[in-house]
């Protein structure tokens, strides 16, 4: 497996305040990754500074380019996706646009609309409500468009911010199954999550970031069973 | 009033709000797109009346030396800040679209009016000439505040009005045009006398919106552009640049006022600050669709149009105080309406 994405000694500041110190890991190709931790972290700042939208220090690399001076749109057009805890969605257009303009950065348009049939396919509950405007949408429709619309743009890599947050367990497990099943797709991807148990079982490998900086890491199936983060994160059994 | 002087105090008024519905339309493009309330927008209308009848005469108009002012300003500002963010490999692309671009709009415009152009080809050369104004103004005055409130952009855009006012005396002088009807065609219409001019207004204005209608629901471009005035953060993430849906929203948005400013030149005497009231009338039917919806500021600038025309003929003196103490109810109606709407940001 070759690198995808690494970030070393990155640093993210909100008006003088480190909120991310010194962070340093790395993403494999076809590999899910997983940051998992408590509120206020900095998990979510560490993804906006992945994406461009938070200004950072220290080095990111992304497929052997260094992308910590690109704007936001430059790493999208490299294929560097982020679904975002607010889902960001265009509430006033319909389903189907939102698709549609998921694959706005890609410069082939030959294969939109095998990947829009590929998407409805995984999700046909998007497909029966493709005219509906997003805004209508109950919260696990609006994750799985925001995954969809992610998925339009044949990510690379793809950066997920709390897909569970807010859903009921039944569709919680939904939205896993399908991350798991990505990785056939051969998408790395980097999860951020609270919910650590759900994200350890899904993921290759993962860290633990507290208070801005990485404490712990390791492969996924070592550290569901660290007794700290048994009593930590996981609920203490 | 007997109901004759009021169908034609109507349909005069529905005419005079076509025109307005163009502007406003423009207005709440660049406005949901770029968060700027474009005041000079009317002045682009106003300089397309006078780049007209500046051609019509066979002189040719100073349009084009302002445009290539704007191109040399906005191509020196987008080089150095090309060379603060150590991207010069953009250079040529910038030469192109900020230099290239406009100077040969100029030159063709010059080229073709030596050879006495007909009237059609006249009015696609004001077109051109008008429709690289606002970009370039936005290059050189939005774009470095981009991130500013909108009450700073708002304030600066008035600030640009008054330079445009000021540009447009020494551009086109201080006397008043009036073109030549584009058709001399009328027709009968319940009974009131239309002229062709009147008709032409109301038909452009409806093809115009529904291009616009098309361009919005059936492209992908369009689309962009909605997604921005929707969602900034999340049109970004889908690699759609702002600044590039900004330029798009000004380049339609000129266009729209250009051919407001053709379509009023032959109805109205129009000078080189006429434009305030035309932008400020569009602005009025603009709020009416709560700056966001296209339908509501046509009919807002439709609704505009009527009363502008009832009230001139009831008093001629306070016909523009009428229409703008419209906007105290509009103001006071629309912000008990939009109570819910910090709540729905929040979320």
Redesign the interface.
């Known amino acids: 497996m070759s690198e995808m994405f690494s970030m070393t000694d990155v640093t993210v500041c909100y008006d003088n305040v480190e909120a991310v110190r010194n962070v340093s890991l790395s993403v494999e190709e076809g590999q899910i990754v997983t940051v998992i931790g408590p509120n206020g972290a900095g998990k979510t700042t560490l993804l906006m500074a992945v994406?461009g939208?938070l200004a950072s220090r220290g080095r990111m690399v992304f497929q052997g380019n260094d992308i910590g001076?690109m704007?936001?749109?430059d790493r999208?057009?490299r294929r560097l996706?982020?679904v975002?805890e607010k889902r960001?969605?265009?509430?006033?257009?319909s389903v189907a646009?939102n698709l549609?303009?998921?694959s706005?950065?890609l410069r082939d348009r030959s294969g939109v609309q095998k990947t829009l049939d590929e998407v409805y396919d995984r999700f046909p509950r998007l497909k029966e409500r493709q005219r509906q405007a997003a805004g209508t949408l109950s919260g696990g429709e609006r994750q799985m468009l925001a995954l969809g619309?992610a998925l339009m743009?044949k990510p690379k890599l793809l950066m997920l911010d709390e897909p569970s947050l807010g859903l009921a367990p039944l569709i919680v497990r939904e939205i896993f199954r399908t991350i798991a099943s990505l990785r056939d797709l051969g998408v790395s991807i980097l999860l951020v999550e609270q919910n650590a148990r759900a994200a350890l079982e899904t993921a290759d490998y993962g860290y633990v970031l507290e208070t801005g900086e990485i404490v712990q890491s390791g492969p996924a199936k070592d550290l569901i069973h660290d007794p700290r983060l048994i009593t930590a994160y996981l609920g203490g059994h | 009033m007997t109901s004759d002087i009021a169908a034609i105090l109507a349909i005069d008024g529905i005419a005079t709000g076509a025109v307005y519905a163009l502007v406003a339309i423009g207005t709440v493009l660049i406005f949901t797109v770029t968060r700027v309330i474009f005041i000079p927008f009317g002045d682009i209308a106003a300089f397309t009346a006078l780049t007209l009848a500046a051609l019509d005469a066979k002189r040719f108009p100073g349009t084009g030396a302002l445009v290539v002012i704007l191109a040399c300003l906005a191509t020196l500002i987008e080089i150095v800040s090309l060379m603060r963010a150590g991207e010069l490999r953009l250079l040529p692309r910038a030469l192109f679209f900020y230099l290239a671009l406009p100077l040969a709009v100029v030159g063709l415009a010059w080229v073709t009016m030596r050879a006495d152009p007909p009237l059609a080809v006249r009015l696609v050369l004001a077109l051109m000439l008008i429709t690289p104004i606002a970009p370039l103004l936005d290059r050189i005055v939005f774009r470095p505040i981009a991130d500013g409130t909108v009450l700073l952009l708002l304030t600066v855009s008035v600030a640009l009005h008054f330079a445009l006012v000021g540009l447009g005396l020494l551009f086109f002088g201080p006397e008043g045009v009036r073109t030549e009807p584009l058709t001399s065609l009328s027709t009968e219409f319940a009974g009131v006398l239309v002229s062709g001019q009147t008709m032409l207004i109301v038909i452009a204005a409806l093809v115009f919106s529904g291009l616009l209608y098309l361009f919005f629901d059936f492209t992908l471009v369009g689309k962009s552009l909605r997604a921005t005035a929707v969602n900034r953060t999340g049109s970004r993430l889908m690699g759609i640049r702002p600044a590039r849906a900004g330029t798009i929203a000004y380049l339609l948005g000129s266009l729209m006022a250009g051919v407001s400013g053709i379509l009023i030149a032959p109805v109205n005497t129009v000078f080189y600050d006429s434009g305030f009231l035309i932008g400020l009338k569009a602005f009025v039917g603009a709020i009416v669709g709560g700056m966001t919806s296209y339908p509501g500021a046509a009919i807002g600038a439709v609704g505009v149009g009527i009363l502008e025309s009832f009230a001139s003929f009831e008093s001629s003196a306070l016909k523009d105080v009428i229409v703008f103490s419209l906007l105290i109810p509009i103001l006071i109606w629309r912000s008990l309406a939009s109570l819910h709407s910090e709540e729905e940001i929040e979320e």
């Not at chain 1, 960001?88 to 257009?93: A, K, P, T, V, W």
Request: glycine fraction near 4%.
């Open positions: 994406i939208l001076k704007s936001v749109e999208v057009e996706c982020l975002p960001e969605l265009f509430s006033d257009m646009d549609l303009l998921g706005y950065s619309r743009a």
